[in-house]
Structure formats: C-alpha cells, structure tokens
C-alpha cells in the first residue's frame, strides 16, 4: 500500500467514525473526537456537554460503542475517554450542530447566524467563521458567511489552531451545509512578539553603595599670576 492511499483511508475511515458519534451521540451534546496512537492501543477521546449519557448506566453505552470500533471500523484495543466541554460556545462542532438545528426548526439562516455568531465571540473567543451554503429560498444554491474578529485561513497554523466543525441541515428546500470556524482565545498566535525597553546597566565597585546619592565634582580654580601652585613636597616652584 502506498502512502498516499494509506492517508485517504485512514481520513475516510476517520470520516466515517465522525458521523457514526454524530448519529448515535446528538443527544449528548457531541463536541467532536481526537484520535491518538498508543502502544497499548487506539485512543479516542470524544468531547462531550453531557458525558454521563455517553458513558450510561453501568458503562453500557460505552461498552457498545467501544464494541462497534473494534468490529466495524476494524480497530485494534480501541480505548475511549470521554471529556466535558467546559465552554460549548467555544467548541465549533456543538455551535454547527447547534446552527444546523435552529434551521431545521425554521429559524431564518441570517438571525441564526447571526446569534450563534454573537453567542461565540461573547463567549471570548478571537475569531469566528460561519458558512452556510445551499437553496434557501429560490431555486438555485449560494453561500451566506458571517464573520467576526481575526481567522486565518492558511497554513499550518490554520490546521493546527482553528477548531473546525462541520454539519448538514435537513430542510425542506434541501440540504444546507454549516460550517464554523472557531480561534479560541487561548492560543498563542504565531509570529506576535513584545517589545521590551532595556533599563541603563550601572557598573557598580567594590564598597559602593548604589543607593548613595553621587558626590559633586570638585570644582576647579583658576590660579592668578601672582600665586604659586604648591607641590606635593610642600616647597613652592619658582616663577
């Protein structure tokens, strides 16, 4: 197997586990996934607003769940931990999810977006996309897009520090796509720096006090013609 081909189906299998979470996990409060490779096993954490109805009674729903990966999606030692969101607001899988079923109910797409929009940025965060595309009342698609503070779009960066969740919208005109882009207000922004003022560096000697006010310069006299300057023996110089 290639390494191209190994990467498209371990993003389409990555796929295929992010919906099966998002139909069995709606109630819940699903906030997205994060899958890590251990030596022990596969490791999925899921993000949850209510982790006690991902766990159930007992441990049952998540014996199932952890049964399912290791039948369906052919995983090995699949381990899941299941973490609360402290802020939904912040999390940009719940906020879609959220957008997606304000839609459904009917609301108009511009004061949904509109309020889930100002819901994230009250919440604290940098930056906020959101993109709905598909009929919303004519016969032909298009695209609405709110925006509000600071994103980026490219680069590693944009992969690495913008939460990104993604849902679709039953409706009766047809399917709409939601889309929002999240920068949390904790993250460290590449390329920021701050400017530091040097303070003067005093060069201290031994016995010193640094906290002494300095002594005055003596003063210099002028000698007239008249006067001779004494020397160090105490004998005075001829004119």
Request: proline letters at 6%.
């Amino acid at each position: 197997m290639t390494i191209e081909k190994k990467f498209v189906l371990e993003g389409l299998r990555k796929a295929r586990i992010n919906e099966y979470f998002t139909d069995r996990l709606e109630k819940a409060g699903y906030g997205g996934m994060k899958i890590n490779r251990t030596p022990m096993g596969t490791q999925i954490t899921i993000f949850s607003e209510k982790p006690g109805m991902i766990i159930g009674k007992g441990g049952k729903i998540i014996k199932k769940m952890t049964e399912d990966l290791r039948a369906i999606f052919d995983f090995e030692n699949p381990q899941i931990d299941v973490q609360e969101i402290e802020k939904p607001e912040l999390n940009a899988q719940l906020m879609a999810t959220r957008l997606a079923h304000a839609l459904e109910r009917g609301w108009h797409f511009r004061k949904a977006g509109f309020l889930a929009l100002q819901q994230i940025m009250d919440a604290g965060a940098m930056g906020c996309e959101i993109t709905i595309t598909g009929k919303f009342t004519g016969p032909r698609a298009r695209m609405e897009k709110f925006e509000r503070g600071y994103m980026m779009h490219s680069g590693k960066p944009s992969e690495e520090l913008v939460d990104v969740g993604i849902v679709h919208a039953m409706r009766k005109e047809g399917i709409l796509g939601v889309k929002v882009k999240i920068l949390p207000p904790t993250v460290e922004m590449p390329g920021t720096f701050v400017i530091i003022k040097d303070k003067a560096e005093v060069t201290l000697g031994v016995g010193v006090n640094p906290t002494a006010a300095p002594e005055p310069e003596p003063k210099q006299t002028e000698v007239s013609g008249e006067e001779q300057p004494v020397s160090k023996s105490g004998d005075t110089q001829s004119g």
